[in-house]
């Protein structure tokens, strides 16, 4: 369940093959050491899976930082999911950053309710991208 301490050695290695979320709509808020809360902000998902994702942000984050992420989509309604972020490079406009969802990172950490809605919108995007694949 844990996340091995080696695993930063290649920050692309993924545990899982990640799957495209065009229509997933996310917000993003960082808390702050100046304030208790921040705003919610838009961003675009590039890619998806149960143990992370990549953003397309208009900010950059720095590598270590918590978010707290928000899912809206087709049957998703997903609040204040933790993340870390392990990689933020500008894109374009804006900024990618890749992040990993942080209920699986230690066993205290781990949430069964967010391992089960991660899963399932990693299965409706799974169903989506090779049903497409296969037309």
Do not use: T
């Amino acid at each position: 369940m844990g996340a091995k301490k080696d695993q930063g050695v290649n920050p692309n290695r993924r545990m899982k093959e990640r799957l495209p979320i065009p229509d997933l709509s996310i917000r993003v808020r960082q808390r702050s050491i100046f304030s208790l809360a921040s705003d919610w902000r838009a961003a675009a998902g590039v890619d998806f899976n149960r143990y992370g994702l990549a953003l397309q942000c208009n900010m950059p984050y720095k590598k270590g930082n918590r978010l707290y992420l928000s899912f809206r989509g087709p049957y998703i309604s997903l609040d204040n999911v933790a993340a870390q972020v392990v990689s933020c490079e500008r894109s374009g406009e804006g900024f990618r950053v890749g992040a990993v969802f942080l209920y699986w990172q230690e066993e205290e950490q781990y949430d069964v309710s967010f391992d089960n809605s991660l899963s399932r919108i990693e299965r409706i995007y799974h169903d989506q991208y090779y049903s497409k694949a296969s037309a």
